[in-house]
């Protein structure tokens, strides 16, 4: 596959774009000056190029053959945390594009609350993920087999290294998302006056949102890249 196929996918140029935000937003964290600024607003650029592109997540997530897959999600606990993963994706999305046009005074600034409850879906999107993730390994650890050389086991061998690339990537991810919310005992906040019918919403946003991880931009930086990185293993 040459480079011009290759980035004609969404995802694909997404990966790209993702070393584009993480790398500059790295080296920014350890240089000063000049450099450190220049390096902070290309990884504030590519960020932004990568949350117009997912305008499109919310399509994907409300297409005919996503909504298929929840509605035959396995029972039991790994059929809620499917469910509640597939809830805070669905929420993320409008929530993030929202504080976007916010951000650049198409919407009022009001408005640019809704970056915090983004970050609140990302941050359970990618809890749920982590504990499905781990589940799957429980259960395809059994069938790993190094040594064997069928092509039953050599498929569980493969399963077993992507799950756990995976898990890697959503872990990196993670610490990255708690890094992001507010420290000082600031929560995001779903509602401007907290009152009203969506009141307790309001108050389990609140509850729900972790402490904020203080990290340099340098360890951010590094956590994301890693994550990104991954996806091309």
């Not at 499109?56 to 509640?84: Q, Y």
């Not at 589940?135 to 799950?163: C, E, F, G, H, W």
Request: overall charge positive; aromatic content about 10%; proline content about 5%.
């Amino acid at each position: 596959m040459n480079l011009s196929e290759y980035l004609s996918t969404v995802a694909n140029r997404d990966k790209l774009m993702g070393v584009m935000q993480f790398l500059p937003m790295m080296l920014g964290g350890v240089t000063s000056g000049d450099t450190s600024t220049a390096l902070t607003k290309l990884s504030t650029l590519a960020d932004g190029y990568r949350t117009v592109t997912r305008f499109t997540g919310l399509i994907d997530m409300t297409s005919e053959k996503k909504l298929a897959s929840i509605a035959n999600r396995p029972a039991g606990v790994a059929g809620h945390l499917v469910a509640l993963d597939y809830l805070a994706d669905v929420c993320f999305y409008p929530c993030e594009h929202v504080a976007m046009l916010s951000a650049y005074g198409v919407l009022s600034k009001n408005f640019d609350r809704f970056g915090g409850v983004a970050l609140f879906c990302w941050f359970w999107g990618l809890t749920f993920k982590i504990v499905l993730t781990a589940m799957q390994i429980l259960a395809t650890l059994p069938y790993v087999s190094p040594k064997a050389t069928d092509s039953t086991s050599l498929s569980y061998n493969a399963k077993y290294r992507k799950l756990r690339l995976t898990l890697v990537k959503l872990a990196c991810f993670w610490f990255f998302a708690l890094g992001c919310f507010p420290g000082g005992g600031k929560k995001p906040q779903l509602l401007a006056t907290a009152s009203g019918p969506l009141y307790p919403l309001h108050r389990l946003v609140e509850l729900l949102s972790p402490n904020g991880l203080p990290l340099p931009a340098a360890v951010k930086g590094a956590l994301g890249l890693a994550a990104t990185l991954v996806d091309f293993a």
